[in-house]
């Protein structure tokens, strides 16, 4: 699977899940109409941001031989400093079970 078909199925996945939050998190850049480049998002930022049961998980999609990039390692770092929990997902069932285990526990794992 693609980066893109497995980030689709994990938004689905957990999109399905009672008292879950989840939305997928843009960062990049655009032209406007005038010509002028617009950045948005912060570098680094996951993917996909998900609250479930007071917790706050990151989830950066990766494909099997995908690799992190020092902005992403560095949004990492920060938002585990902050008491988030990140998640490097490979497969739908990674970020799925981290979920699960927030909504089971209180706790994300």
């Known amino acids: 699977m693609t980066e893109r078909e497995i980030q689709t199925a994990i938004l689905r996945e957990i999109g399905a899940l009672p008292g879950v939050l989840v939305e997928r998190s843009n960062t990049g850049s655009a032209v406007d109409a005038r010509g002028r480049r617009i950045q948005f998002g912060t570098p680094g930022a996951p993917d996909i941001r998900v609250t479930a049961a007071g917790q706050s998980l990151a ?5 099997p031989t995908g690799r992190q990039s020092p902005e992403q390692q560095r949004w990492q770092q920060a938002f585990e400093a902050a008491g988030g ?3 490097l997902a490979r497969d739908v069932g990674a970020a799925v079970n981290a979920v699960r285990v927030a909504l089971d526990t209180g706790r994300a794992a």
């Open 59 to 63: 989830i950066e999609v990766k494909s």
């Open 85 to 87: 929990v990140y998640v």
